[in-house]
Nanobody, 125 residues
Framework: QVQLVESGGGLVQAGGSLRLSCAASGRTLSIYKLGWFRQAPGKEREFVGD????????YYADSVKGRFTISRDNAENTSYLQMNSLRPADTAVYYC??????????????????WGPGTQVTVSS
């Protein structure tokens, strides 16, 4: 089992920045890829980006490309989501998720093996 806990959410004005953290514990050696997702009220959960746990390569949704950056610290078993130039449309609960193998979660979040409880990000206009 892998446990994930997000932190760092809060209220920020449009144009501001936040950095979210996702701390992993348990069988972290089983993590193949870690992803970030978000869910706004009344909307489906959507893919934000992901990072290969071993190699560190990243991939982003078009909606956040150039504004968000995902990184990881393997020694600390933590991933970070740096969010810059935030917009009110970025308001959502942000989740991290881990997959033990290849997954199609870029189009369907169901492919995750583990989920964190989420952290709220609110961007005011």
């Amino acid at each position: 089992q892998v446990q994930l806990v997000e932190s760092g959410g809060g209220l920020v004005q449009a144009g501001g920045s936040l950095r979210l953290s996702c701390a992993a514990s348990g069988r972290t050696l089983s993590i193949y890829k870690l992803g970030w997702f978000r869910q706004a009220p009344g909307k489906e959960r959507e893919f934000v980006g992901d990072i290969m746990w071993s190699g560190g390569s990243t991939y982003y949704a078009d909606s956040v490309k150039g504004r968000f950056t995902i990184s990881r610290d393997n020694a600390e078993n933590t991933s970070y989501l740096q969010m810059n130039s935030l917009r009110p449309a970025d308001t959502a609960v942000y989740y991290c998720a881990a997959a033990r193998g290849a997954t199609g979660w870029r189009t369907n979040p169901i492919g995750a093996d583990y989920w964190g409880p989420g952290t709220q990000v609110t961007v005011s206009s």
